[in-house]
């Protein structure tokens, strides 16, 4: 393989390429955080990382942990937004 590269002369820049942003794959970030499912007389929580999060239907929290597994990043996005949110409170 050559590569011809080619000076630049005093009057040219160098011309820097965009930063790309990393993002981690679905199963990187699956792997982050251990999840832990409680399940009680009504409801369950689900433990994600350091975050607990109740549920009063085991439905609705397999639910949400369905949509945690299909897309991590979104959905600990939205977690996050009502965390802050009951912070304010």
Not at 64 to 74: G, H, K, Q, R, T
């Amino acid at each position: 393989m050559i590569i011809i590269t080619k000076l630049k002369t005093m009057n040219e820049q160098a011309v820097m390429p965009d930063p790309v942003e990393w993002k981690p794959t679905r199963m990187e970030v699956l792997r982050d955080f251990r999840v832990e499912i409680e399940f009680l007389s009504i409801g369950c929580i689900i433990r994600v990382g350091c975050k607990s999060v109740p549920f009063s239907s085991v439905k609705e929290g397999m639910a949400a942990l369905n949509n945690y597994i299909v897309s991590p990043v979104e959905t600990r996005k939205i977690w996050e937004e009502r965390f802050s949110k009951e912070e304010e409170l």
